[in-house]
């Protein structure tokens, strides 16, 4: 009862501030809306029972996205600029693509999935469980994507840098 | 009315609920990246739809493999690729502002920038 009055607020945040986050006109504020779609999807997560994923959600997202998009943001666009008007025929276009596919996938969820898979209380997974299976090797274990993942890191932040330096 | 009530607030919350909102998200992302031009938007959508394929993950694995933990590696290891993502693309945005001073997607006919030495030296 509590939890499907809160996954409503949830849903209702995350639908109507997703939506906002991509037609609004002002670019700082377009941000500020998937601050709060991040913080409402880690909401959903903790309502998951999964408290890791919550933290890291709002850690990684919340923290450090949201903070490199309002850097990007203020470095290329002045204060109270606004955003130009797009085309009206690729607005509509898009407006019409994207209903036809939300209606086509909806009616294909609503037709396969009834409600026989009902939440069971799960094993809570705790952060000594979690390491192990990041650092294992057997079988559902996850050293290998955990190190290419590492890699992947480094390769993206030196490209970063590289990128953006100033040329002399 | 009372049935319908019932339905809406007794249980738990059906695995409908979590693809609906994701689904909802994903649209929406969908609708940004055909529709806007800033490149810093088309940036928004992208995270917006792989915010929802993540809802998605962990939903699915909750309801119907509680026992396991793929989806919620695969979502840990998504919002760190996302991170990978948007770092690079906000500097390649950077360095697109810095040469063409403004990050219309319409403006942008090449990635070579304009007047690099070799462009000099011929």
Do not use: W
């Not at chain 1, 809160?6 to 945040?13: D, G, K």
């Not at chain 2, 929802?52 to 962990?58: G, K, Q």
């Not at chain 2, 840990?76 to 997607?105: G, H, K, M, P, Q």
């Amino acid at each position: 009862m509590v939890e499907l009055i809160i996954f409503y607020v949830l849903a209702i945040v995350i639908s109507v501030f997703s939506i906002m986050a991509v037609s609004s006109k002002r670019l700082i504020r377009s941000a500020t809306y998937l601050l709060f779609v991040l913080l409402a999807t880690a909401g959903l997560y903790l309502l998951l029972d999964y408290e890791y994923l919550f933290a890291v959600q709002t850690a990684v997202y919340a923290g450090g996205i949201m903070v490199l998009f309002i850097f990007a943001i203020l470095l290329t666009h002045k204060p109270g600029d606004r955003v130009p008007n797009e085309p009206k025929r690729q607005r509509i276009l898009s407006i019409i693509l994207s209903v036809a596919g939300f209606a086509f996938c909806a009616h294909i969820i609503f037709h396969n999935i009834n409600r026989v898979y009902q939440l069971v209380p799960a094993n809570e997974i705790n952060v000594k469980q979690l390491g192990m299976t990041l650092m294992g090797t057997e079988k559902f274990e996850y050293l290998l994507p955990f190190e290419t993942i590492s890699i992947l890191l480094l390769a993206c932040m030196v490209g970063a840098i590289m990128i953006a330096r100033k040329r002399s | 009315m009372t049935g319908l009530f019932d339905n809406f607030f007794s249980g738990s919350v059906p695995l409908e609920g979590y693809i609906i909102v994701s689904l909802i998200m994903f649209f929406a992302g969908v609708y940004g990246f055909l529709s806007r031009r800033s490149l810093l938007m088309i940036l928004i959508s992208i995270e917006l739809i792989l915010n929802a394929a993540d809802i998605n993950f962990a939903a699915f694995n909750r309801y119907l493999y509680p026992g396991h933990m793929e989806g919620f590696f695969f979502t840990i290891f998504t919002i760190a690729i996302s991170a990978c993502e948007t770092a690079v693309a906000i500097a390649i945005v950077i360095n697109i502002y810095r040469n063409l001073n403004n990050v219309d997607v319409d403006n942008l006919q090449e990635l070579k920038e304009p007047d690099s030495p070799e462009e000099i030296k011929k």
